[in-house]
Nanobody, 123 residues
Framework: QVQLEESGGGLVQAGGSLRLSCAAS????????MGWFRQAPGKEREFVAT????????YYADSVKGRYTISRDNAKNTVYLQMNSLKPGDTAVYYC????????????????WGQGTQVTVSS
């Protein structure tokens, strides 16, 4: 069992930055690929970024590529999402998730989910 808790969300103006954190319980954190997803009101939850267990591989949605950076610190059981050049369209609840299958785009590959943190970008 893995428990995930996101933090770092908030209200920011367009063009600003935020860093989200996701702290995981358990001693097997490095065995899981970690992903970030987001869900805007009235929309489906969508993939944002993922990172392999060793942090050797990352992958991003086209909509955030070049603006967001996913990273992880296995010693701290934490994954991060650095978000720069934020746009109003980035407004959503952001969720982190853990996958025992690997660093996939498909949300069905993820076994555990956090409760989410709200990110609001004002114009």
């Amino acid at each position: 069992q893995v428990q995930l808790e996101e933090s770092g969300g908030g209200l920011v103006q367009a063009g600003g930055s935020l860093r989200l954190s996701c702290a995981a319980s358990g001693r097997t954190f490095s065995m899981y690929a970690m992903g970030w997803f987001r869900q805007a009101p009235g929309k489906e939850r969508e993939f944002v970024a993922t990172i392999s267990g060793s942090a050797g591989r990352t992958y991003y949605a086209d909509s955030v590529k070049g603006r967001y950076t996913i990273s992880r610190d296995n010693a701290k059981n934490t994954v991060y999402l650095q978000m720069n050049s934020l746009k109003p369209g980035d407004t959503a609840v952001y969720y982190c998730a853990a996958s025992s299958a690997g660093a996939y785009v498909n949300r069905d590959a993820y076994d555990y989910w956090g409760q989410g943190t709200q990110v609001t970008v004002s114009s």
